[in-house]
């Protein structure tokens, strides 16, 4: 008896967990793409829909995935995506790290874009 109502509860949570993340794809697609670009017919409509897929597949950065593509986890690509993102924070890094030092010596000069007193 014990068995079957956790059964039936996890495929209620399946069930529910599913809806939900398709009424999240249908918010996402109208808010940001149906809505801004107003489709003025039904073949437009449809060609908005295709060029969302499209853009959500292939350029859109999804956070439950890493902030990377669905296509580039697809092919495996998240690996090479995290150690290029590594290198460019560490760059960035080493930069700041860098003109503080010189900002400390005195070696760069601020200029204050506060306009002046008057």
């Known amino acids: 008896m014990m068995i079957r ?7 209620l ?29 039904l073949d437009d409509a449809q060609r908005l829909v295709h060029g969302y897929v499209e853009h959500y597949n292939k350029v859109r950065l999804h956070g439950a995935i890493a902030y990377i593509t669905p296509k580039d986890m697809l092919v495996g690509r998240q690996a090479q995506i995290h150690a290029e993102r590594d ?7 080493l930069q700041r790290q860098f003109r503080r030092r010189q900002a400390a010596r005195g070696g760069l000069q601020f ?3 506060q306009p002046s007193g008057k």
């Not at 967990?17 to 109208?30: A, C, N, P, Q, V």
């Not at 290198?87 to 890094?93: P, V, Y």
């Open 87 to 93: 290198r460019k924070l560490e760059e960035i890094r």
């Open 111 to 113: 200029v204050s874009c």
């Open 5 to 11: 109502w956790a059964r039936e509860a996890l495929d």
């Open 13 to 41: 949570f399946t069930v529910i967990d599913r809806y939900g993340k398709i009424e999240r794809w249908h918010r996402s697609l109208k808010s940001e793409w149906i809505r801004p670009q107003t489709p003025l017919s």
